[in-house]
């Protein structure tokens, strides 16, 4: 029996959707005569979905009941039975009732393929297995039930079915996907516009994957010639010349003329062979490359058209650029040339730029690898070798007879000893003097200049010419041991650098002291002065030596730019350890300019800081002050009035009201003297953990009785606050929006937890505040007409921000659904890492 065939509807979010493309094409197949019936198909009470089930078939459902609740199964046995040729199965990672068949529903829908039945499904992206971390990360919530990749990577089909984040909020808030309790909390948490739009980049992005792996499964299997890609894949051939930046540059505006264009820049470096590319110039060229939004690569092969393609090929690219050629124009009749070769082997959907530049024809040199120096011990054991060796082995041959060839492999020997020893110079000098001796000692005629048989002439020749390049090999062997133990050694004092940048470690001393051990030197100091002719003085020290007042008194002073030096006693240093030398000497400069940084940075964080409290201060004299003082006034203006005879009931009446008006004046100004405080750095927020029903309810004094609703779960987590600031941050809210509300409709406050935080929201039906005003209605002073009157928010809203962003959180407004504006204050909750004011982040990444 053939198995049946899989189609998935994958939406990024509940409410795209996905359904409702699921009925409008199981309609479609009805009509072309296809036998199609909904397995399962949950309608949730939206009207659009509940309309399009009209006219299909539905299965009779399971009802199983479990801990005293019923619920709603597909019958796979039904469905089985049924037999149709295409079953809708709706919620493919739903999980079954205990008791069921299958645990999970994707499971039945894999005996319905099995049993040859075409299957028609609906998945949200959060739903998949390998991305429930990701998900839970953008949301807050782990996803429960889930469905295994593998499942949905088999599907036959996947349609995804898609939706602009505003689009799907301005349904929701429609009522279009939750029930109207449930619209508020909805928006507030999981469809959030920033939500949606990273779950909808995720659900983006694993489609294009499998497309991209299907395209590449096709073209394999059916061996057909390479198609275009449908972004463009520039790959730049580097040689690690300075016409690379011009290659790169080009490049990108290549890519830059169509959507999604990208520049992969790439090196091929012979396998074994010399180096052609200064390490140097190829960092310049992978820095500007990924500055231009590139990256970089490093490709080793011996055929160097050959592994650019093969680069090429594997990356899916669709141009290459390369340089125009820098070889002598006689070299191209021995060889073609890479560009000439990548053009002829590039094929069709392969187009090769030859981009000219300034290096045209001015021919390629190669860096001269200079050797170390052997040590001197080791040079003068050469030389003594070189020079009494020859004389000595001579003396001791002249006491046997072993005939001219073996002498000869002799003398050889202690040639190659001295190279061993003292290098190229010594093993020269060796050959020489053991060819003169040989000729006068060994060669016929004995103690004469002359040699009688040719071919002992011959045998001398070779000797020398053996001795001169076995030396040589040798001498550079022996250097190149000692380069590569240097290099070794400076690569690791650079790896060590590099990784204190890419930590972001800020000790000067620290660094100067690491400086003064690799160089093994006395002391470490940074200098600096402020301009020419100025005195020096000392930025950072490390060591015992004696201080160092300007650079001239070093032994060693490395100048970093004109105002800056890097001074080390205790010793000379060789000029290969400046370049090093010179490395710490700009990461010291970097890391000084770091910490200036930082400390600016600090000193602006605590002004603004500072002009934040005084201005939410300010606002608060301004604007909570004159309430109560203006009962207060008109009450004891009454009560001292000679014309109005009041009765004991109104006397008691007003005294109350001045007391309540005192009360009121006194919490005030105690909660505005510990600002103050907190502004001059005296008293820090009384930050503890508490639950918000012991404070949120006192808020709600200072309103008229059911003008407020409450909503505070008892289940919430404890927040770490203020009290006091908090209840004065809530208080300024609720009359905001009790004053801006309509009459006899009462304000929600409600509460929620999401993640590590607590949303406490405050929402009222008044007229609203448009977009570009959102910002501007936490700003004080307002009522004194740099906003429009009608704005429907009160000026306390300045105070409150101050408050809540004392206390680590954050407040700022929203639309509420069916009109009005929702303001939403966001505590941490007890227990949860403490996040860094936006303000202060920022400056401590710039600096």
Known sequence: MARGRLRIHLGAAPGVGKTCAMLSEAHRRIERGTDCVAAFVEHHGRPRTEALLHGLEQVPRREPEHLGAVRSEMDLDAVLARRPQVALVDDLAHTNAPGSRNAKRWQDVEELLTAGIDVVSTVDIGHLESLGDVVESITGVRQPETVPDEVVRRADQIELVDMEPEALRRRIAHGDVHRPDEVD????????????????????????????????????????????????????????????????????????????????????????????????????????????????????GDDIPAALLSFARGVDA???????????????????????????????????????????????????????????????????????????????????????????????????????????????????????????????????WTIADPRNAVALVIFVAVGAAVASVVDLAARRTHQAARLRAE????????????????????????????????????????????????????????????????????????????????????AED???????????????????????????????????????????????????????????????????????????????????????????????????????????????????????????????????????????????VDPGLLERAMANLVENAVKHGPPGVPVLVAASALADRVEVRVVDRGPGVPDEAKDRIFEPFQRYGDAPRGAGVGLGLAVARGFAEAMGGTLHAEDTPGGGITMVLTLRAAGARPEPHPTAEAERQAS
């Open 318 to 448: 669709t141009q290459i650029v390369l340089g125009s050629p820098r070889r002598r124009t006689w070299r191209h009749v021995v060889a073609p040339g890479v560009g000439a070769t990548v053009t002829r082997a590039s094929g069709p959907g392969l187009d090769v730029h030859l981009v000219t530049h300034g290096e045209v024809a001015e021919g390629r040199g190669l860096p001269v690898a200079r050797g170390a120096r052997l040590g001197r011990s080791r040079r003068v054991w050469g030389w003594i070798a070189a020079t009494a060796g020859p004389p000595a082995l001579t003396a001791l041959l002249s006491t046997v007879d072993l005939g001219l060839a073996n002498d000869i492999l002799l003398f050889l020997a202690l040639t190659v000893a001295a190279a061993l020893l003292g290098g190229l110079l010594p093993a020269l000098a060796s050959a020489a003097v053991g060819s003169l001796l040989l000729n006068y000692f060994s060669s016929p005629p004995l103690h004469r």
């Open 185 to 300: 909390a909805a928006l507030s948490h999981h469809f959030r516009p920033d939500t949606l739009t990273a779950l909808r980049e995720l659900a983006l992005l694993w489609v294009a994957d499998r497309a991209g792996a299907h395209l590449t499964r096709d073209r394999g299997a059916h061996r057909t010639p390479r198609t275009r890609s449908a972004r463009e894949r520039i790959v730049v051939g580097l040689t690690g010349g300075p016409e690379g930046r011009t290659l790169l540059r080009r490049a990108a505006r290549l890519a830059g003329k169509g959507a999604g264009g990208q520049v992969l820049a790439v090196h091929i470096a012979r396998s074994g062979g010399p180096a052609c590319a200064p390490p140097g110039e190829l960092a310049h060229l992978r820095t500007l490359a990924e500055d231009l939004g590139g990256t970089f690569h490093h490709v080793v």
């Open 491 to 574: 690569s690791e004092i650079l790896s060590f650098l590099a990784g204190t940048v890419l930590r972001g470690e800020t000790g000067l001393e620290e660094l100067l002291e690491r400086v003064r051990e690799t160089f093994g030197m006395e002391s470490a100091a940074l200098l600096e002065r402020a301009g020419d002719g100025a005195p020096w003085t000392c930025a950072g020290r490390a060591g015992q030596g004696p201080p160092v007042e300007r650079p001239g008194q070093a032994d060693v002073d490395v100048p970093v730019g004109d105002h800056l030096a890097l001074a080390l006693t205790g010793r000379v240093l060789p």
């Open 578 to 720: 400046r370049r090093v030398l010179a490395a710490f000497a700009a990461q010291a400069a970097v890391v000084l300019d770091r910490r200036r940084l930082r400390e600016e940075a600090d000193r602006a964080r605590a002004l603004a800081e500072g002009n934040r409290i005084r201005t939410a201060l300010l606002a608060a004299v301004s604007h909570d002050l004159r309430t109560p003082l203006a009962g207060i006034k008109a009450a004891v203006s009454s009560l001292r009035s000679e014309d109005v005879e009041w009765s004991e009931e109104d006397r008691a009446e007003l005294l109350e009201g001045i007391e309540e008006g005192s009360d009121r004046l006194d919490h005030l100004v105690g909660n505005l003297l510990d600002m103050s405080r907190l502004q001059t750095g005296t008293v820090t927020p009384l930050i503890r953990e508490i639950d918000l029903d012991e404070v949120v309810p006192m808020a709600l004094g200072g309103v008229p009785d059911g003008s407020a609703a409450l909503d505070v779960p008892e289940t919430l987590p404890m927040v770490a």
